[in-house]
């Protein structure tokens, strides 16, 4: 079993900063990507940013620049800096991770903060 928790979602004004961050725990034996999708009200679920045991990093066009994604390996976290907000920023951040446990490899997923971004 493997849990994903969130924490550092909020309300920010735009132009404002959040960072996310995610821990896994539970029966681990490797992680291979973690990141960050979001799902705004009626839309699909995207990808935000991803980042591999590597350290290569995959970002949506929309937040490049504005967002930087690390790891922590040792403390199997990832974290989302988020700078100059915008509205349209405004969604649910589910952070995921590709990970190695028990029965096998799977993709896991968090509850998801709400990030709020007013005008």
């Known amino acids: ?25 539970g029966s681990i034996f490797s992680i291979r990507t973690m990141g960050w999708y979001r799902q705004a009200p ?21 937040v490049k620049v504005r967002f930087t994604i690390s790891r922590d390996g040792a403390k199997n976290t990832v974290y989302m800096q988020m700078n100059s907000l915008k509205t349209e920023d405004k969604a649910v951040y589910y952070c995921n991770g590709y990970i190695d446990s028990v029965p096998g490899w799977g993709s896991d997923w968090g509850q998801g903060p709400q990030v709020t971004v007013s005008s």
């Open 42 to 62: 009626g839309k699909q679920r995207e990808m935000v940013a991803t980042i591999t045991t590597y350290g290569v990093r995959a970002y949506a066009d929309s």
């Open 1 to 25: 079993q493997v849990q994903l928790v969130e924490s550092g979602g909020g309300l920010v004004q735009a132009g404002g900063s959040l960072r996310l961050s995610c821990a896994a725990s």
